[in-house]
């Protein structure tokens, strides 16, 4: 199941990214934020009627109403203020300011189609706040979060077509968040192997990124190799582990 959800938010993103079409009203980015909305609207609804029956199911006046404004631009966030100055930096990888401000519009666009107040991603400087200012005010790992977490790890290991090992994973995750929030989450230790073989893998992928885009041919060729091994979307099952390390790059 937790493979399923993250192969679903992987053709999500692909979506969302795959041209500027994609995105505009009728597309395939449009119409799955479409869906992912509904859903959200669904999943809200179900929980506040058993909020309602079984007031110990979920805390209404304590948490607020579920799924809310603040939960989507989280949300929003981690796919844009968080892949730029968080996930990328950690792989040595720098945007300019042309890049930022692309990015950042690309997902205020998805906040807008989401219903997710638009504010905070009006310009880098603002998503990058917020972003601060969640991780600030809002992060705080419990027992559940760290059992989701591993459960993601789980849910990858041993998957074609790369059947990462479950130290190779751990590696990457405390790579990409850090030790301190991977010891909160709960995520195991990795092996000294496991170790060495991220830092090759890396270093090699922080090369080719840089080589990529100093050639723009050769950047806008590897981006349509990615994009014909994504899609049609009955493939992503086939190259999940490839879709998730470098279907966003």
């Keep these: ?137 809002e992060m705080a790992p419990t027992r559940m979060s760290g059992v989701l977490a591993r459960n993601i790890i789980v849910g990858m290991e041993n998957t074609p077509p790369f059947y990462a090992p479950r130290s190779v994973l751990q590696a990457l995750t405390r790579w990409m968040i850090g030790e301190t929030l991977a010891d909160a989450l709960g995520i195991g230790k990795p092996s000294i192997l496991a170790w060495i073989f991220v830092s090759i893998v890396m270093f090699l992928g922080l090369v080719w990124v840089y080589i990529a885009r100093s050639i723009r041919i050769l950047d806008l060729t590897q981006i349509k190799v990615r994009n014909q091994l994504s899609y049609p979307c009955n493939m992503l099952t086939k190259f999940s582990i490839l879709n998730v390390s470098f279907g966003c790059g």
């Design 1 to 137: 199941m937790v493979r399923h959800r993250l192969l679903e938010t992987v053709q999500h993103v692909l979506q969302v990214t795959e041209s500027i079409d994609s995105i505009h009203p009728g597309g395939a980015g449009h119409a799955s934020t479409i869906r992912v909305r509904l859903l959200h609207a669904a999943v809200r609804s179900r929980i506040i009627k058993l909020a309602d029956k079984r007031p110990a199911y979920y805390n209404m006046k304590k948490y607020g109403v579920p799924i809310n404004d603040l939960h989507a631009i989280g949300t929003i966030s981690s796919f844009s203020a968080t892949v730029i100055w968080i996930g990328l930096p950690h792989q040595g990888v720098y945007v300019s300011k042309q890049e930022a401000e692309d990015y950042i519009a690309l997902w205020r666009l998805v906040a807008h189609y989401i219903g997710t107040p638009t504010e905070c991603f009006e310009s880098p400087e603002k998503a990058r706040a917020m972003m601060e200012s969640i991780m600030m005010s």
